[in-house]
């Protein structure tokens, strides 16, 4: 069970990296999967609040006050791709992002040790810098690629982009465990639902974006 679900999750993983590269090279894609993405957080939000509490009054604010989250980062997110520079930017965020789960994930798994924090136990001392290392390096790298430069500012605005990704990881996992969930869907084979999967990011690439003015 446990080698299936690897196996599921490195397909998936595989997956994922392919439609980035895809909505990379093309906007309508974006668009669309921008589009999907918002939709199925939104449910699956809906559906952790729903268990959450019962009073429909905190439940309408809540739910209202996300789905108002989620149209301001889709729609920003599209409109800022539009101009080349920050659409680079954008992507190397996100890349940012999605090396920080990765190296959240592995760093935890191969050297476990003090747990972070109560709040999710499976998250490590060692896995928060493994998270840290991974997007400093995959953002170093691309930034290098596409700007020829590498500098003190370039790892600074990696560590705000992972703490940022940890922090909104840490925010869902605390709403998972009072809702006493696992996963907040079962869309994607081996990671769960969209928000299992874009938690990080959705805090990550604000604080990152928003971290540029003090680095550059």
Do not use: W
């Not at 370039?154 to 940022?164: A, Q, R």
């Not at 465990?177 to 769960?192: E, Q, S």
Request: aromatic share 18%; glycine share 8%.
């Amino acid at each position: 069970m446990i080698f299936k679900n690897l196996k599921n999750r490195i397909y998936t993983t595989f997956a994922l990296l392919l439609i980035v590269i895809l909505i990379f090279k093309f906007n309508f894609l974006l668009l669309f999967f921008l589009i999907t993405f918002g939709v199925l957080s939104i449910v699956e939000f809906f559906n952790i609040i729903k268990k959450i509490t019962r009073n429909k009054q905190i439940q309408l604010i809540q739910n209202i006050a996300f789905i108002i989250f989620i149209f301001i980062f889709c729609s920003l997110f599209f409109s800022f791709t539009s101009i080349l520079s920050l659409k680079i930017i954008l992507f190397i965020l996100l890349f940012g992002c999605i090396a920080s789960d990765i190296g959240g994930l592995i760093f935890g798994k191969i050297f476990k040790g003090p747990k972070l924090t109560s709040i999710s136990p499976n998250k490590t001392v060692s896995g928060s810098f493994g998270s840290f290392l991974f997007s400093a390096i995959i953002m170093s790298v691309l930034f290098f690629y596409f700007y020829r430069m590498f500098n003190l500012n370039i790892l600074g605005l990696s560590l705000f982009t992972s703490l940022g990704c940890q922090i909104g990881d840490l925010f869902f996992s605390f709403l998972k465990r009072k809702a006493k969930i696992k996963d907040t869907g079962n869309i994607l084979p081996g990671h769960g639902g969209i928000l299992d999967r874009v938690d990080g990011i959705l805090l990550g690439i604000p604080t990152g974006f928003i971290s540029i003015n003090f680095f550059f």
